[in-house]
């Protein structure tokens, strides 16, 4: 399998992911919100910044 490097918003969205957990019960919901507003702008298409992809 090749790697591939992730770009700011990837590890950004990653990074919201692990700490969802940590931040139960506060900030918890905040944090869920955040982490799919990244994701959201990820998937969006046309992409937002096509200069990151």
């Known amino acids: 399998m090749n ?3 992730l770009n700011d918003a990837e590890l950004e969205l990653i ?3 692990r700490n969802i957990r940590k ?3 506060n900030g918890y919901e905040n ?3 955040y982490a ?3 994701f959201d702008e990820l998937v969006e298409m046309p992409p ?3 200069d990151d992809y």
Do not use: G, K
């Open 15 to 17: 990074e919201a992911i």
């Open 3 to 5: 790697e591939v490097p």
């Open 36 to 38: 799919q507003q990244l």
């Open 48 to 50: 937002v910044d096509e």
């Open 23 to 25: 931040a139960y019960p």
């Open 31 to 33: 944090l869920v919100w």
